[in-house]
């Protein structure tokens, strides 16, 4: 057999296969045409080889590259063949078609309330300022939500009306029918009846600065409640964010200091902070926080010098230590963020009003 | 604090329009609520805090308006001309009370003319919204206005004995208020009384009987003091409130009251003409002398943060009405005016100095010293809880902690006591600290399915409030959460907590219990009590078909309740390090055919003690099989999947088949099970 003869046949061959590989409309198909071409035992190219001894001794080198080269080929358009078998290109159009637009098999995901959210981000930031969390009881005595702050008996802050205090026991109404027990429900026993939902976290100010010495360094946050009838901007519960920092050479300038990273971590970039005076019980001076935020001044809280006498009513020395707290509406912060223009949404747990933050 | 810009600058000479005048004001403590042109003046609303009665009237704002724009205050003279006539011959004045009443100014005038007020009066009146009624009555209210003391005239001839007797309410003791209606006065309430009848009640409201007419002529003018907490105590027991017990109840300027007494017969004669008796009845409760007060400069600095030239001290406690006492190098002592309560402390006058030398001194770019701050293991804890849940699909809710009495009695499953309860109702009927965040989570649920929303999961973690013997309620804060029931719902909300477990406490026990209390809300036979380490510290179950209706819920739903403190306690927040296994693990199903009765956790047990070390965990397969035909009544079939391991070695064939014919022979000795072909 001569060399032209024998590559002659070999391109017909690489071309032969190309088609029948191309053609192969399923997996099927594809395999035939695998083992009329490529069978170990009786393939084409099997066949092929066995002309390779035919061909005459000097043009034997180059008829074995050629065969090598035409192997090569095969194998390979059978590769791509397959190839597109597996990932359903070329399948015919009749077999079950991929469609990769059809929509994910979706997972869904639950959302964080938009007040909890904020909570974390204040706390957060107020973490990195080096103010650690702490945390007090939602029911108070008298002591820790006023006297100790400073709130004297015949203060109107500590008027009924202006308080949610617990009913005392005995007068608890619907006790009898409560619980579907044997045993007969034990009236609960307010050993102390001046007992409120507290109105201001400053209550765990006091908790924490009767249990420990300067310097004191916390946040603290968490429900509270008052008397205000609900509308869009009130509710009688609603969460405060508080901190505290007691030490010695503590001024005004650090709560200025402190609140202005704390308002420009939040809202980012550069704020200006601007004190207008003010009056609380548990704070001298107090001021009134406001921040200047894109041209504009906005009110951010309340603040001041910790009075000497909430110093004293804790066992602090007010000549060898000072201190500042302040306190903000977390309602407030969130709505403003969000453009939420209502606060009662926040209670009103609707999903659809979940599900967008 | 309504004031009319016109009227105020007639007291203090000022060289700014309003804008900047309401401005300047905000920044020196009176902030600024609004301001409307009213004619040619303006009507500003300043916010007066609570510790500055002394700015209820345009006299107190004028005098801090002469401290912050440097100008200087112009007070009327209220030198009124007296006839021949002593008052003490016409009127008699008697004070039972002086606890109540610590101090009674009695002016008499007579021969007044009753009339309509003049045009500058009406209009300083109107532009801060005060209605006229005629001259006498409107020029008490004027002088409210002006100097912040409420005053009262009676008409002298209505009040029998012509006398007043300053006195307690008798418990019971009717009075006819000027509003034409009739209050029953009780003991503690202060009455303007005369010979026979309350004829006010003081500080709070005058009589219809004694009222001035137009035919009036004779005049009795009152300006007192009144306790403050007797005054707020009985202007709420009564529904009556006013200017006047407004500022009684913040405290008015004792001193004071004779020269607004005259202040105000200098205008009423000026106004309704008549002849002012000689002298006064000025009845006053012995009064101890104020103290004087040191103010230290370097308490400035320490205070405020910046230091204070001590000439601008003494300029600013000068301006503002303080008298030096004393002056050294390094210290001022003061005496305080009458009209500033407030000042008593040292800390009072730097917060003075402060505010007038200007809050916008104080630097805002210190450095603050850092300090360490530790996440406590709560928030870390819930926070955890937080990330399980929302990816587990649960939405975040916050409920009220108070609710009415029917969802706190519809679950109680901590305790059996009483819930807490108010005095008086947060919302609506909500009266009771809940005892369980189950009943509020099913209230969403409830609001959810009225406005067609399908998909309802939800968690809360928040309080509950349990009465206990001791200080305060015990607090404890729980995890709770509602999902939807259904087909395999139960499992579903009970892998979510399981998932929680494995990401917070892997190693700590968690099982359920049968409940040990009989729960209202639950279906029967359909909820369990979690059990974490040997300890109760939840409860989970379909909600049951009367509660759904009683709940008004349309849809199946589960709820489930978790002690957060439990999960505190177990929680492993720093993960050690254990060596990944070295061998390959092997697996071996055994399906197991048993009674319904046959419960997975006594499976459960069996296969842990039989299968000893080489089992490295075993599950169930799917659902449990259930075919009458197949494997006969009251049967289920369970794949049970094992996960052999061997720490030392590569487990051979044998060995994982020996293991699982002993779990098979185990579970058939022990449970009746039969391994279906």
Redesign the interface.
């Known amino acids: 057999m001569s060399l032209d003869a024998f590559i002659a046949d070999l391109d017909a061959l690489v071309a032969d296969a190309t088609s029948k590989f191309a053609a192969a409309a399923d997996a099927a198909a594809l395999e035939a045409a695998r083992v009329e071409f490529l069978g170990a035992k009786s393939g084409k190219l099997k066949d092929a080889q066995k002309g390779l001894g035919a061909v005459g001794k000097d043009d034997k080198p180059a008829a074995g590259k050629k065969f090598n080269e035409v192997k090569q080929a095969i194998e390979a358009a059978f590769a791509a063949a397959q190839d597109r078998s597996t990932s359903g290109e070329g399948v015919a159009a009749t077999g079950p078609a991929f469609d990769p637009s059809q929509p994910g098999t979706r997972?869904?995901?639950?959302?964080?309330?938009p007040?909890?959210q904020t909570i974390?981000e204040l706390?957060d930031i107020?973490?990195?300022?080096?103010?650690?969390?702490a945390?007090g009881?939602?029911?108070?005595?008298e002591r820790h939500n006023f006297e100790a702050l400073n709130i004297p008996k015949?203060h109107?802050a500590r008027?009924?009306?202006e308080n949610?205090?617990?009913?005392v026991a005995g007068?608890?109404?619907?006790?009898s029918?409560?619980?579907?027990?044997l045993?007969a429900?034990?009236?609960?026993?307010?050993?102390?009846p001046e007992?409120l939902?507290r109105s201001q976290t400053s209550t765990v100010q006091i908790r924490v600065m009767e249990a420990q010495q300067p310097?004191v360094?916390i946040i603290s946050l968490g429900?509270v409640?008052r008397?205000d009838d609900?509308d869009a901007t009130h509710y009688?519960?609603f969460h405060q964010i508080e901190g505290l920092l007691i030490d010695k050479?503590v001024?005004?300038?650090?709560l200025?200091?402190?609140?202005?990273?704390f308002a420009g971590s939040y809202f980012g970039g550069e704020v200006?902070?601007?004190?207008?005076?003010?009056?609380f019980p548990f704070t001298?001076?107090?001021?009134?926080v406001d921040m200047q935020w894109n041209d504009r001044w906005i009110e951010m809280g309340g603040a001041g010098?910790v009075?000497?006498n909430v110093l004293r009513a804790v066992g602090y020395d007010p000549e060898q230590v000072?201190g500042f707290a302040f306190g903000l509406g977390v309602e407030r912060v969130c709505a403003r963020r969000h453009q939420v223009t209502d606060i009662r949404e926040?209670?009103?747990?609707?999903?659809?009003f979940?599900?967008q933050f | 604090m309504l004031i009319s810009y016109e009227w105020l600058k007639s007291l203090v000479p000022l060289g700014v329009n309003v804008e900047e005048f309401a401005l300047r004001m905000?920044?020196?403590?009176f902030?600024h609520e609004s301001t409307a042109a009213v004619g040619d003046d303006f009507c500003v609303d300043l916010e007066i805090?609570?510790?500055?009665p002394d700015c209820l009237g345009h006299i107190g704002l004028a005098r801090e308006a002469a401290v912050v724009f440097g100008s200087q205050l112009k007070l009327p003279a209220a030198a009124p001309k007296s006839g021949a006539a002593k008052v003490g011959d016409i009127t008699k004045l008697r004070v039972d009370c002086p606890e109540l009443c610590p101090r009674y100014v009695a002016r008499v005038i007579r021969g007044v003319k009753v009339g309509p007020s003049p045009a500058w009066l009406v209009r300083r009146l109107t532009t801060i919204g005060q209605p006229t009624v005629n001259n006498v009555v409107d020029i008490t209210n004027y002088v409210l206005m002006e100097t912040g003391q409420p005053l009262h005239a009676f008409d002298l001839a209505k009040l029998h004995g012509r006398q007043i007797v300053v006195r307690e309410a008798k418990p019971g003791e009717k009075f006819d208020a000027i509003n034409h209606k009739t209050y029953t006065l009780d003991a503690g309430m202060c009455v303007i009384a005369d010979a026979d009848r309350p004829v006010a009640v003081g500080g709070v409201m005058g009589g219809v009987d004694s009222e001035v007419s137009q035919a009036t002529t004779e005049l009795l003018i009152e300006s007192a003091a009144f306790d403050?907490?007797s005054i707020?105590t009985t202007s709420?027991k009564l529904g009556l409130r006013s200017d006047s017990s407004y500022r009684f109840?913040r405290g008015v300027d004792i001193e004071n009251a004779d020269w607004v007494s005259r202040r105000c017969c200098e205008l009423i004669l000026e106004v309704c003409g008549g002849e002012l008796a000689e002298g006064a009845l000025d009845v006053a409760a012995s009064r101890s002398p104020r103290e004087a007060v040191t103010l230290r400069s370097s308490q400035i600095?320490?205070?405020?943060?910046?230091e204070v030239p001590m000439p601008e001290v003494r300029r600013i406690l000068g301006s503002l009405g303080l008298k030096e006492n004393a002056v050294a190098d390094d210290r001022i002592t003061v005496n305080p005016p009458s009209w500033r309560r407030d000042l008593e402390?040292e800390?009072?006058l730097?917060?003075e100095v402060?505010?007038i030398h200007g809050?916008?001194k104080?630097?805002?770019?210190?450095?603050?010293?850092?300090?360490?701050?530790?996440?406590?293991d709560?928030?870390r804890v819930l926070?955890k809880v937080?990330q399980v849940?929302?990816?587990?699909?649960?939405?975040?809710?916050?409920?009220?902690?108070?609710v009415d009495?029917g969802l706190?009695?519809s679950f109680?499953p901590w305790t059996?006591?009483?819930?807490?309860?108010?005095?008086?109702p947060?919302?609506e009927r909500a009266?009771?600290?809940r005892r369980s965040l189950v009943p509020s989570l099913l209230k969403?649920r409830r609001?959810?399915e009225a406005?067609g929303?399908r998909?309802?999961?939800?968690?809360e973690t928040?309080?509950v409030?349990l009465?206990q013997?001791?200080?305060?309620?015990q607090?404890d804060l729980m995890l709770g959460l509602t999902s939807g029931g259904g087909d395999g719902a139960f499992y579903r909300v009970k892998g979510v907590l399981e998932a929680l477990l494995a990401a917070l406490a892997p190693a700590a026990r968690f099982e359920v219990r049968d409940l040990t209390?009989?729960h209202?809300l639950l279906a029967i036979g359909r909820a369990c009590e979690l059990a974490l380490d040997g300890e109760v510290v939840g409860v989970l179950g379909e909600v049951g078909a009367a509660a759904l209706k009683k709940f008004e819920l349309r849809e199946p739903a589960i709820v489930a309740e978790l002690k957060l403190a439990a999960l505190l306690k177990a929680a492993v927040l720093v993960p050690r390090y254990a060596p990944t296994p070295a061998y390959p693990a092997m697996e071996r199903d055994i399906n197991l055919v048993v009674d319904e009765k046959v419960r997975w956790s006594d499976l459960a047990a069996t296969v842990r003690a039989c299968g000893g070390a080489l089992v490295e965990s075993f599950d169930l397969k799917g659902q449990p099989y259930r075919d009458e035909k197949r494997i006969g009544p009251g049967k289920k079939s369970l794949v049970v999947t094992l996960t052999l391991r061997s720490s030392e070695r590569t487990l051979t064939n044998t060995e994982a088949d020996d293991l699982r014919t002993r779990v098979v022979e185990e579970c058939a000795k022990r449970h009746g099970a039969t391994l279906r072909a």
Do not use: W
């Open positions: 997972h869904r995901l639950g959302h964080l309330h007040l909890t974390e706390k107020m973490g990195r300022l080096g103010f650690t969390v945390h009881p939602e029911i108070e005595d015949a109107p008027d009924p009306l949610f205090y617990l009913a007068k608890v109404h619907g006790a029918v409560q619980g579907s027990g045993n429900n034990p009236e609960p026993r307010t050993p102390n007992l939902l310097p360094r429900r409640y008397p609900a009688p519960m050479h001024t005004m300038a650090d200025k200091s402190t609140l202005r990273l200006h902070i601007r004190f207008r005076p003010s009056f001298e001076p107090s001021v009134e010098m009075d000497p000072s926040f209670y009103r747990n609707d999903v659809r979940l599900e | 905000m920044m020196a403590g902030n805090t609570s510790n500055r403050p907490l707020r709420r109840e600095k320490r205070i405020v943060g910046i402390r800390i009072d730097i917060e402060a505010r809050y916008d104080i630097p805002e770019d210190v450095g603050v010293p850092m300090a360490r701050s530790a996440r406590t709560e928030d926070a937080r849940l929302t990816a587990c699909g649960f939405d975040e809710a916050l409920t009220i902690s108070v009495e706190s009695q109680s059996d006591a009483a819930p807490l309860a108010l005095q008086m947060i919302l009266d009771k600290l969403a609001e959810n406005v929303n998909t309802i999961e939800l968690f928040a309080k409030y009465p013997t001791g200080e305060l309620p607090e209390k009989k209202d």
